[in-house]
């Protein structure tokens, strides 16, 4: 590599802790580790406060007169609003079993990223101003007062969390850090401090309906150029709809399948599955976005951007919607979804066309995983599956964090590949299902400017990554996220470049037989399938 | 500071009781007020705490889910860890509750040139919390036969099975090695890992501190400086049947026992300690992960501003056209 940071320095890692107490450890903005401030325009597009452009490692952040009270109103507010903060607040009793948990302790040593101190950096000031200890005991009850370097503090490890809930499970009361910081990215948010990486998709999430971007015509031109890939692959000429009124089902996936590789080979993946089996579906351009950048900004702004899939739903008529591989949009739609923007009784059971499988487990929310909807048709035998074009592969798999600890969802996808793939080897136990780790890079932490933390924080994923790799050779991660179809790419380059990275539907597609397909030569990254080296 | 000053608070605590009772002959005090008091304080306290967090509703339904959801019946869901249905979710919270399932996964992360991470399996913290909540819970239990005229039969069978390596007279109870091992270590894991260490507050080593200071006494007054237990059933039976009276002699050993506990009443609901109810409350633990099959109810959901499909055909209205994509209005 020859930008970027420097391996071998990444690659020492130092778990002393400083000698100062955390409270009189200043906070120390280091290049490669945080985000470019939000922009004032890309926050005015949806209304938020103070917006302004500001330099976070400049000492003046331009906040709003005030700011403390609007802080501490905000957390006043939330406290009654929300059980799990107050609670998470209150009852932790600093076992430290949650320490050594989280990716971006493991890859970087900062005491301040072990979950149960990114929580006492909120924690403190909660004391500070809602405890009858704290207001009386001060410092010797933990407790400290908001301040600027408070605040600043706040920014730069509310944004080194990816929400991903591992530290979650290991909490023998379930406390939460994903929860904290969320209220703590709201605060912030109410002072104007998003970073660019988020406020630019959530402008454009709310404008055009996907984080990139995209206009309705790049959407389908994108989508053009992967249909011309696939004829020339399959010899067959698909030919998928954009905005149909009275289709049976919506389709929606994350935008960046449209956009990069390895994502652009899953939504391949999509499109030669649903043409195989002649399913009556429709993409849109205005619900575009299956992520939901708003989620890693506040919970409101979550709502508004998610209340487009089922509006577009009900205005094009469908019955049902399929969702595509992603994590977070997953934990989004599993766990509030339905709240925000439900009842969706506009819309029907999800029943698959093809093995007549009513989708029970999602009768409320009336939205299913590809993955499910893939899984049942293998089991029904509804697919030709020849997985020795896949022989060229060692697979392993990564759970995605949101999919495995907000939803559950680890034997489907599983199926799906011993069925598409002859090489499969799980990572140490430790590392997949529900203790996964995260790629490093959620929550909207995937920018450039950051890489140093984001190789960091992916280094314990990409580790057991090596090890399967030393072990049995593997060469491919497969995963169902769009995020980490980008970021497991950027950590895998870096720290396994052996390995690359693929969508699980991209394996079910090169597997698939479809009817009246010519010979195929190559796989859909146009590499010579195994056995067609030679041609 | 954050050692000390709890030290040198039980300290204090400790030399109070003494002071109070050996020479300024306080037992009504220590062994009628304060009581009643701490009592009091606790129970009003815990009532005040749990009500409060119930207050706060639960927007959203969060369960983390640590292991296969429900999905078909050829898949095998793990209810325990993923339950979807109340009956699991009671069977999670058990385990959580009596045998802290989740303390029970703990793994250590070890690092190594390369570089290379390895997670051993890491048990000590789990076996010394059940060790100690296990043995505080019996110990309350064997207590309460100071309260009955009659010993309860359960009791009875505590006792015995605590009891069962008999060694001497008075008979040993296993639960008061385990409770003064398993704290001991408990505050030394304070002191020794050093990310702990670094995370500790003193009001962690506070409740550590009176805890191992009023199993001390409590050995102390049992195997060793005998006080006198008929006096003490007394001074119970009064307090429980409210016509308190505080019988001669029982010894200045037990007023500082009685003494510590009633603070450690006193002090729960303002504490750390109330994890006792919250872990109850935990909205991670203790909901179905059934989101997409019963829709869950937030009673502060408000209406919010959305981009509206026709602002968007607005928006890009004439592209759209040019795409060959329908629209709503030409
Ligand atoms: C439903 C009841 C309770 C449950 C499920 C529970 C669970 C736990 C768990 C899982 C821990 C962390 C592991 C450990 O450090 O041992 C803990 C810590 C602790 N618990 Fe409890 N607990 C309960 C009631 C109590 C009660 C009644 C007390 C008593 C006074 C208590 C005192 C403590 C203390 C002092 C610690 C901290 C130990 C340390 O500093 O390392 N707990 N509890
Ligand atoms: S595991 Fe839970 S209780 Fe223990 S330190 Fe972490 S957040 Fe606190
Ligand atoms: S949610 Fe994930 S990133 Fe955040 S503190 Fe917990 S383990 Fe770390």
């Keep these: ?535 | 500071m954050r050692v000390l000053f709890p030290f040198f608070t039980v300290i204090v605590l400790v030399l109070l009781a003494f002071a109070g009772v050996k020479m300024a002959n306080l037992h009504f005090l220590f062994g009628v007020i304060i009581p009643y008091a701490a009592i009091t304080v606790f129970i009003a306290g815990f009532i005040y705490r749990v009500v409060g967090w119930g207050r706060s509703p639960v927007p959203f339904r969060i369960p983390t889910t640590c292991g296969q959801m429900e999905s078909f019946p050829w898949i095998k869901q793990n209810k325990l860890e993923n339950p979807s249905t109340t009956l699991g979710v009671i069977g999670r919270m058990l385990l959580e509750v009596l045998f802290f399932r989740s303390l029970f996964r703990n793994i250590k992360t070890e690092f190594r040139e390369g570089p290379k991470f390895s997670y051993g399996s890491d048990k000590w913290l789990w076996m010394a919390g059940l060790a100690f909540h296990w043995s505080f819970l019996i110990i309350l239990i064997r207590h309460l036969r100071f309260f009955f005229l009659k010993v309860p039969y359960l009791i009875h069978v505590t006792e015995s099975l605590d009891s069962f390596l008999q060694i001497g007279a008075p008979l040993f109870y296993i639960t008061d090695a385990l409770i003064l091992g398993a704290v001991t270590f408990l505050v030394l894991r304070r002191f020794l890992i050093p990310q702990v260490k670094y995370i500790s507050l003193a009001a962690d080593y506070f409740p550590l501190f009176l805890i191992l200071t009023i199993a001390a006494t409590g050995v102390l007054m049992r195997y060793f400086s005998k006080v006198h237990i008929v006096g003490v059933k007394e001074l119970a039976m009064g307090l429980v049947s409210f016509s308190p009276a505080v019988p001669e002699g029982i010894g200045v050993l037990f007023y500082i026992h009685l003494f510590l506990v009633c603070v450690l009443f006193a002090y729960f609901p303002f504490s750390k300690l109330m994890h006792m109810g919250g872990v109850f409350l935990s909205p991670t633990r203790n909901l179905a992960n059934n989101n997409r099959a019963v829709r869950h109810i937030n009673p502060w959901n408000y209406p919010v501003h959305v981009h509206t499909y026709e602002e968007y055909e607005d928006d890009f209205r004439e592209k759209m056209k040019k795409a060959g994509l329908p629209v709503e209005k030409e």
């Design chain 1, 1 to 535: 590599m020859a930008k970027g940071p420097n391996k071998e320095e990444l690659s020492k890692l130092d778990y002393t802790l400083p000698s100062t107490e955390w409270m009189d450890t200043p906070v120390e903005f280091k290049p490669g580790t945080f985000c470019w401030g939000a922009k004032g325009k890309n926050l005015q597009t949806v209304e938020f406060p103070n917006a302004r452009d500001w330099t976070p490692v400049e000492d003046d952040w331009k906040l709003p007169q005030e700011w403390e009270g609007t802080v501490l109103e905000a957390m006043a507010d939330r406290l009654s609003k929300y059980r799990s903060f107050k609670l998470f607040m209150d009852i932790c009793v600093r076992c430290g079993a949650c320490a050594d948990k989280c990716h971006f302790y493991i890859g970087s040593g900062d005491p301040k990223n072990m979950p149960v101190l990114r929580a006492e950096l909120m924690r403190s000031v909660y004391r500070k101003y809602f405890t009858t200890p704290g207001k009386i005991l001060g410092r010797l009850a933990g407790a400290r007062e908001l301040n600027v370097d408070v605040l600043k503090e706040w920014w730069y490890y509310f944004f080194q969390c990816t929400e991903c809930r591992r530290c979650s499970v290991f909490c023998p009361y379930g406390i939460d850090q994903a929860e904290i910081t969320m209220m703590g990215r709201e605060f912030l948010n109410l002072l104007g401090l998003n970073t660019d990486w988020i406020s630019g998709p959530v402008a454009n999430c709310y404008m055009k309906g996907n984080h990139l971007g995209l206009e309705p015509h790049a959407i389908m031109n994108s989508i053009e150029g992967m249909i011309d890939d696939i004829e020339t692959i399959t010899g067959i000429r698909i030919n998928p709809s954009f905005n149909r009124k009275g289709a049976e089902i919506l389709f929606v996936t994350p935008s960046g399948d449209l956009f990069a590789d390895p994502g652009t080979f899953t939504a391949m993946g999509y499109m030669m599955l649903f043409h195989e089996l002649g399913l009556d579906y429709t993409w849109s351009t205005y619900a575009s976005e299956g992520g939901n950048f708003g989620f890693f900004t506040s919970n409101e702004m979550a709502k508004r951007l998610n209340a487009k899939i089922y509006a577009e739903a009900k205005r094009l008529g469908v019955k049902y919607i399929i969702g595509g591989e992603c994590g977070h949009m997953w934990r989004v739609l599993t766990q509030y979804m339905d709240t925000w923007n439900g009842p969706a009784d506009f819309l029907e059971v999800p029943v698959s066309p093809i093995t007549g499988t009513r989708f029970e487990n999602s009768k409320s929310i009336k939205m299913i995983h590809v993955a499910e909807f893939t899984a049942d048709l293998i089991k029904h035998g509804k697919l030709k599956l020849d997985p020795s074009r896949n022989d060229n592969l060692k697979l392993t798999y990564h759970d995605s964090c949101n999919v495995a600890r907000g939803m559950g969802m680890m034997e489907e996808p599983r199926y799906i590949i011993k069925n598409v793939c002859n090489n499969f080897y799980e990572m140490p136990e430790d590392t997949i299902r529900e203790k996964t780790f995260c790629c490093g890079s959620g929550t909207g932490l995937n920018a450039s400017e950051n890489m140093e933390l984001r190789m960091r924080g992916g280094l314990p994923r990409a580790n057991a990554v090596k090890y399967v790799h030393e072990k049995h050779g593997v060469n491919m991660l497969a995963n169902i996220c769009a995020i980490d179809r980008a970021t497991l790419k950027a950590s895998m380059e870096y720290w396994v470049p052996q390995v690359s990275v693929t969508g699980l539907h991209e394996l079910v597609a090169n597997a698939l037989i479809m009817t009246g397909e010519k010979e195929r030569e190559t796989n859909l990254r146009g590499e010579p399938l195994p056995g067609k080296e030679g041609n």
